[in-house]
């Protein structure tokens, strides 16, 4: 990131960390967070018995399941369902938009480039996401909720504007107005929506979703509606899924609730013509869950227990001094690096920052579920040594002790 990037993303940083210390201070928000941690850290304790049920639960919601051990097996279900429904529905593979939501575990399995390459095209309907999507390179997301936080309204002008061909000034509203018509003029194309999900309700069989845009709402009533979520969002119950929801946003955004909360638990079906049931009213045909795996059953729980909010970033001081280049794909700071140790291996969690964290524990003290990042990042420092793999200066500085008894 540039300087200037990182400046922009500090003082939105900062603005966001006011609203959400002042919030969260509440009795109503400690209670609830308590409530979380519990769930959270049963639920990775339970988490193949939450698999089992989940499973049965789609079927019997006429939603299909799938597992998928890894990447590759993810890209290739999703890509035999999109398949499968263009040939359903006889379209063009060249004339194939797909409407797309926010999603950490779409952007960790590549399926944006993934679906590129196969020719269709992929519409982000988040407005950051779309306006990273614009900027076409160096374009990765800095916050969970505000990927775009580190760009300023001119920055974002420049981008809509060459990419667009328009003229606009470099003010929020016209931008927001030209996006929008843009983005509802593709995803009117699209018939086919993918999405990720905050949590999974394993017994009821149903995945919720929270936002403010309304996008979800429009991707989630294409005809063909996947959502791919790892298998650490599954929870109990539905009831789990709006206390995390709720928690997520406080502590993502400074709010206490988002606009909206999309609960899906089956494809769109009526039965108000004498009782007879009828499938595809208004919403989605056919509603797809993919579960992914990709190490998770190998990570350490605590790593697990993470709901997403990005709260840890904002007063990292090594997030706030370099940016997303401490973190991996969109798992972003400490918990990120940890995490890209189990989606990838121990060499990519070096790579992504391992060595850079300062250990100082402050992501631990701003998490609503108080996710031991400093603890697990040591673990797999202790890992990495165990492989003999180091960053270049630290393994001159070790080479150096060893041979002359010196660092230097
Ligand atoms: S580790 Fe904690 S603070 Fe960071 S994103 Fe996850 S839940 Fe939020």
């Excluded at 909720?145 to 003010?171: C, F, K, R, W, Y």
């Excluded at 069989?205 to 791919?228: C, F, R, T, Y």
């Excluded at 079906?269 to 009213?281: P, R």
């Excluded at 605590?302 to 280049?325: A, F, R």
Aim: proline share 4%; with cysteine; aromatic share 4%.
């Amino acid at each position: 990131m540039k300087e200037k990037e990182i400046e922009s993303m500090r003082k939105v940083f900062g603005e966001l960390k006011d609203r959400i210390d002042s919030l969260v201070k509440s009795p109503k928000i400690k209670a609830l967070q308590n409530r979380v941690i519990d769930i959270r850290k049963s639920a990775i304790d339970n988490n193949e018995e939450l698999i089992a049920i989940a499973k049965e639960s789609f079927k019997e919601n006429d939603i299909d399941c799938f597992y998928a051990n890894d990447d590759e097996e993810a890209r290739k279900i999703l890509l035999d369902l999109i398949n499968d429904e263009i040939e359903r529905s006889n379209i063009d593979r060249n004339e194939v938009y797909i409407a797309k939501s926010k999603s950490n575990t779409l952007r960790e399995i590549d399926a944006t480039q993934f679906l590129e390459e196969q020719g269709m095209t992929i519409v982000e309907t988040d407005l950051g996401d779309r306006i990273l999507q614009l900027k076409k390179d160096d374009n990765s997301p800095v916050h969970p909720t505000g990927p775009a936080s580190h760009l300023t309204v001119q920055d974002i002008a420049e981008i809509v504007n060459e990419s667009m061909n328009l003229d606009l000034p470099a003010e929020p509203k016209p931008i927001m107005e030209a996006v929008r018509a843009d983005v509802l003029s593709l995803i009117e194309k699209s018939f086919i929506g993918i999405s990720g999900t905050n949590s999974i309700a394993a017994e009821d069989g149903a995945v919720l979703m929270v936002h403010n845009e309304g996008n979800i709402s429009l991707v989630q009533s294409k005809k063909l509606h996947i959502i791919v979520a790892g298998i650490d969002k599954l929870v109990p119950l539905l009831e789990d899924c709006v206390s995390i929801g709720k928690l997520e946003t406080a502590f993502a955004t400074g709010k206490p609730l988002t606009s909206y909360i999309n609960i899906v638990s089956g494809p769109s079906k009526t039965a108000d013509i004498e009782k007879k049931l009828l499938k595809n009213m208004y919403g989605a045909e056919k509603v797809a869950v993919i579960l992914l795996d990709n190490g998770r059953k190998e990570a350490f729980k605590e790593c697990l227990w993470c709901i997403g909010c990005g709260n840890c970033i904002v007063s990292c001081p090594v997030y706030n001094s370099i940016g997303n280049k401490f973190g991996f794909h969109s798992y972003l700071g400490g918990r990120g690096v940890a995490m890209s140790r189990y989606l990838k291996d121990n060499q990519v969690s070096v790579d992504s920052g391992l060595y850079m964290c300062t250990l100082c524990g402050l992501c631990t003290e701003n998490c609503p579920v108080l996710t031991p990042t400093s603890e697990i990042i040591e673990n797999l420092r202790n890992e990495t040594q165990k492989e003999g793999l180091s960053r270049e200066p630290h393994k001159k500085i070790r080479d150096n002790i060893k041979d002359k008894g010196s660092p230097y």
